[in-house]
């Protein structure tokens, strides 16, 4: 960077943006007077980190259903031997605590008092205790307060989102019925229809694959029946901004589409589980460790165990089709005990053509030829 001052006076900039945590950097200033002349002095500086995180221990939405205190852990990384205080903020209460140098589990206690029924808030700051312009970034999380509930409490983990199109995009809610195990909630994201899911009280993931930029709002709601019999509907919402990718993809045309497995939105505890895409599952199929499942980015899949089977109903190579076909099929094969064990099988009646994929490799037969072998383990 570079600017101008006259004889004379003092030019200041602020190098935090420039500087790395823990290592040593070299901050160089180069004076040209307008006779051209030149000095130049060089310094090293060592920064250190300046921050805090919650500790493991805190998630994202946080429910509570007792009249107990809430212990909140705090994770503090500043410079060795300096003062800074720490501030924990919920609604119009505050509690501060003054942490030396990094430390870790550094604990509060917050009154029950603070909150309310419902979604709250809890924030977490740092100011050095030298220089009150230097503040960490604000860290937040929910607390659900379902202690004296009698309706539905749901919120979102943020109220705000940014995304990027055609990525997937995991949204972390939690809901909470008072004396009910799970709840029946309605999502709608934007001008998608809306679609129903039942839950449990822990905390959900809402996976979203946007095709198209713009900014929409995306809301969860349960309905329940007051005291007065009267039906109700309480909601919670949050706004997603997705931004324009650099790529050019699109789906399969609606119109298209033969068939469609999407597991996105459904759980192991919708009622309709068993005629889910008017698939058959074996006897005693594991809904437990199977089914839909959840993967580490919040992605739903469909999840077969060794053992479960599960039918399509329809044989794509023993269909006619003059103009032909694309398959999009996309799959993980884990843990399994044999390089060939045959995940999935379709094969016309006098076996001319079809597809098989096995844990190592897929093979594709057309019309009595040698199969095409594709390997994607090695």
């Known amino acids: 960077m570079s600017g101008t001052a006259a004889s004379g006076s003092t030019f200041s900039f602020n190098a935090k943006g420039y500087l790395k945590n823990s290592n040593e950097s070299h901050v160089q200033v180069r004076l040209t007077s307008t006779g051209e002349g030149q000095k130049s002095s060089t310094w090293t500086v060592s920064s250190s980190d300046f921050s805090v995180t919650w500790n493991t221990a805190v998630k994202p939405i946080m ?93 979102f983990a943020n109220d705000t989102m ?26 709608k994201i934007g001008d998608n229809a809306a679609e129903t899911r039942t839950v449990d009280q822990q905390i959900q993931t809402l996976t979203y694959i946007p095709q198209v930029p713009e900014t929409i709002s995306v809301t969860i709601s349960a309905t329940y029946t007051a005291q007065n019999g009267v039906e109700r509907t309480v ?38 589980r068993e005629t889910f895409a008017n698939l058959t599952f074996s006897q005693n199929f594991d809904w437990v460790n199977g089914g839909f499942q ?38 993980k094969i884990v843990n ?7 995940a999935a099988i ?18 594709l037969y057309l019309n009595n030829t040698l199969p095409q072998v594709f390997h994607y383990c090695e």
């Open 346 to 363: 379709d094969i016309n009646n006098d076996n001319s053509k079809g597809l098989i994929l096995k844990a190592n490799e897929g093979a």
């Open 63 to 155: 429910l509570y259903t007792t009249d107990d205190p809430v212990t909140v852990l705090v994770d503090v990384r500043a410079p060795a031997r300096t003062d800074n205080i720490v501030t924990i903020k919920v609604g119009s209460h505050t509690q501060d605590l003054v942490v030396t140098g990094t430390k870790t589990n550094v604990g509060f206690t917050l009154n029950s008092s603070w909150f309310s029924v419902g979604a709250n808030k809890v924030t977490c700051n740092m100011t050095s205790a030298i220089d009150s312009t230097e503040r960490a970034d604000e860290i937040s999380f929910i607390v659900l307060w379902g202690y004296n509930a009698t309706t539905p409490i749901l919120s």
């Open 336 to 342: 399994s005990d044999k390089y060939d064990a045959v």
């Open 294 to 331: 959840q993967d580490e980015k919040g992605a739903t899949a469909l999840v077969i165990k060794k053992g479960n089977r599960v039918t399509l109903p329809r044989s794509i190579f023993m269909e006619s089709d003059d103009t032909g076909k694309t398959i999009d099929l996309c799959f």
């Open 162 to 187: 940014i995304g990027a199109q055609y990525d997937t995009i995991s949204i972390p809610y939690c809901v909470y019925t008072p004396n009910q195990e799970t709840t029946t909630i309605t999502i």
């Open 235 to 272: 909601s919670s919402s949050m706004t997603l901004t997705v931004k324009e990718s650099e790529y050019s993809l699109n789906f399969v045309d609606s119109a298209t589409l033969n068939y469609n497995l999407n597991p996105n939105g459904h759980s192991n505890l919708d009622s309709s």
